[in-house]
């Protein structure tokens, strides 16, 4: 009895010691703005926060370091990823219906990215320094360059999906191929439910997709056998079809429900808890005085409003006096107008999940970005949507028919349009009525995103494939 106990107790001993052994983990943003690193940026904290030894590699730092996370942003990717994202997020290009199908250059944004990356002297000292890797989480927006990096060390590797499905991804993981039911991510007019030339145009756009994509495979491929000095790695298609897992965050309101494979872990919402603290003192006191509640406006992390038509500006900023007992907040990119109406307040950040999460917003006016469109599902708040690229339109679709937004054109939009979308969400309280039932099926979850994902105090799938 006293051998079994002592056996027991050593055993024990071996699996705590496994369980707290720290990790070695790198996070990868390529083929990304900001937004996206707002998504898994919870995700990286935890695993800090639990003694893994954390390093992120990207084109931006975060807005608020964190101590225990080592930044990795190469300084020719940060220039060529910000110019990039300038110039394709362009507002103009929306109103004047100019701009061209993501399909066309985000492949080779990505074949540029990763060859910047690859011969970044910052990327090299890091990649000298390291003498053992055990999982990379990377971005799935075009970031197949770090399977390279994960092969090189013999570690596992995760996608996470800052996006919905690409239609190369049902290939990756074995996914049956639905476009014959659901929209694809690509700039796509189609909206659900769709007729027969729809289903043909939708299947259509995901061939052309994978086609594209496969092209870019190999490119990247070569790319990684030359930089990482491995020319004799395994095809990098096959290689990225051996993840371990997906963290996905589609969900059944701003995303369908669809035929996932168990790989798949539903993460939806992740970054979307408030930070708990106050907001900045100069947003609470304009906040203070709005009785009758207030807008949000906010086109995102990189389209500009400041570049928006001066018309177009004129229309905003009439529709904003015209509801004087009504404040508004707007995150503004650029030199400020000399004159703006006295209830409403500029600024070039704000903290939106904050803000989002007040309880007297009305109203979000957004861009459709999916990390925006989670938030303002997960706080109840009825949107205005002015989507301008890449996802924006599927995502505004998406919530349009479930009830929880009013879709407008920016390079279309009347004073009468935007007045009378703000005064019907502003009147009609079922706005908010089916808000509060969509937020109620997004959160309807046995536990929270970032528990599912880190398990509580333990790391839950991470440990898993750290540990088998």
């Known amino acids: 009895m006293r051998n079994t106990a002592i056996f027991s107790f050593v055993v024990l001993s071996l699996i705590t010691i496994t369980l707290v052994e720290g990790a070695n983990i790198l996070f990868v943003h390529t083929v990304a703005s900001y937004s996206h690193i707002v998504v898994t940026r919870p995700l990286a904290q935890a695993l800090a926060q639990r003694g893994h030894q954390v390093t992120i590699l990207s084109p931006f730092y975060f807005k608020e370091p964190n101590p225990n996370i080592t930044e990795l942003v190469p300084d020719s990717v940060s220039k060529f990823v910000d110019h990039w994202l300038n110039s394709e997020f362009d ?11 993501l399909v066309s250059h985000i492949f080779s944004f990505g074949i540029e990215t990763c060859k910047l990356s690859l011969t970044s002297p ?12 055990d999982l990379v989480i990377i971005d799935n927006a075009v970031a197949e360059c770090a399977v390279g990096i994960a092969y090189k060390y013999g570690a596992k590797h995760i996608f996470f999906s800052t996006v919905i499905s690409h239609p190369h991804e049902n290939d990756f993981f074995g996914v049956l191929p639905e476009s014959f039911a659901i929209p694809e991510l690509e700039d796509n007019p189609v909206i659900s439910p769709m ?9 259509v756009t995901s061939l052309i997709w994978m086609n ?10 070569k790319l990684i056998r030359t930089h990482l000095q491995m020319p004799n790695m395994p095809y990098l298609y096959d290689l990225a079809r051996n993840a371990s897992l997906v963290f996905y965050t589609g969900d059944p309101v701003t995303d369908f429900p669809r035929s996932h494979p168990p790989m798949f872990v539903d993460v939806a919402g992740i970054h979307c808890q408030k930070s708990g603290k106050p907001l900045p003192i100069e947003i609470q006191a304009f906040l203070n005085g709005a009785h009758n509640g207030f807008v949000y406006i906010s086109l995102g992390s990189y389209i500009m409003s400041s570049n928006l038509p ?3 500006l004129y229309i905003f900023f ?47 006016v957004t861009q459709s970005g999916r990390p925006s469109t989670l938030e303002s599902v997960y706080n109840a708040v009825p949107m205005i949507a002015f989507p301008v690229i890449g996802d924006q339109d599927n995502n505004a679709n998406r919530v349009n028919n479930m009830g929880g937004n009013i879709k407008l054109e920016l390079g279309t939009v009347t004073f009468e349009e935007l007045r009378e979308a703000i005064a ?10 089916r808000m509060q039932e969509l937020q109620t099926i997004l959160r309807d979850r046995p536990m929270s995103p970032l528990n599912t994902a880190c398990g509580g105090r333990n790391i839950f799938y991470v440990t898993m494939m750290l540990t088998i």
């Open 195 to 203: 007729s027969f030339f729809d289903r043909l145009r939708n299947t």
């Open 122 to 133: 910052e990327l090299h000292e890091w990649l000298n320094k390291t003498r053992s890797l």
């Open 318 to 364: 009439q529709v904003i006096e015209a509801f004087p007992n009504i404040k508004f907040l707007w995150k503004w990119d650029g030199d400020f107008p000399e004159k703006i109406p006295n209830n409403l307040l500029m600024a070039q950040w704000f903290p939106q999940k904050d803000v989002l999460a007040h309880p007297m917003v009305r109203v979000f």
């Open 91 to 101: 507002i103009n290009l929306r109103v004047t219906k100019t701009n061209s199908p």
């Open 310 to 312: 001066e018309d177009i």
């Open 424 to 433: 019907d969400i502003l009147s009609n309280p079922e706005w908010k009525h």
């Open 212 to 221: 594209v994509h496969s092209s870019y495979i190999e490119q990247v491929d």
